[in-house]
């Protein structure tokens, strides 16, 4: 099984900054795609960043220049530095690694998500 899990979630004021870890583990032979999503109550869980094996990453325009997505393939682990919030990126965030398992095809895996509560 593969096994995804975030932390470093918490409450932060406006204008301050929070780092996001998500970890992958089991029996996983490669890890391709990473990504950070997001849903905040009442909306769609939208994409906020990811990044390729490669290091190739993309970002959704709304976090833009505030974070930063960065991974250690060595590891399996994956960051969201996240500067200057907003009440608006108040969610709960989301990893999910598309990962090949040990004998199975490749697969999407997501973790059960961390709060992030930007409010003063």
């Known amino acids: 099984q593969v096994h995804v899990v975030e932390s470093g979630g918490g409450l932060v004021q406006p204008g301050k900054s929070l780092r996001l870890s998500c970890a992958a583990s089991g029996s996983i032979e490669s890890v391709s795609a990473m990504e950070w999503y997001r849903q905040a109550p009442g909306n769609l869980r939208e994409l906020v960043a990811g990044?390729?094996?490669?290091?190739?990453?993309n970002y959704a325009e709304s976090v833009k220049g505030r974070f930063t997505i960065s991974r250690d393939n060595a590891k399996n682990t994956m960051t969201l530095q996240m500067n200057t919030l907003q009440p608006e990126d108040t969610a709960v965030y989301y990893c999910?690694?598309?990962?090949?398992?040990?004998?199975?095809?490749?697969?999407?895996?997501w973790g059960q998500g961390t709060q992030v509560t930007v409010s003063s």
């Open positions: 999910k690694a598309e990962a090949k398992e040990s004998g199975r095809t490749w697969a999407d895996y």
């Open positions: 990044i390729t094996h490669g290091g190739s990453t």
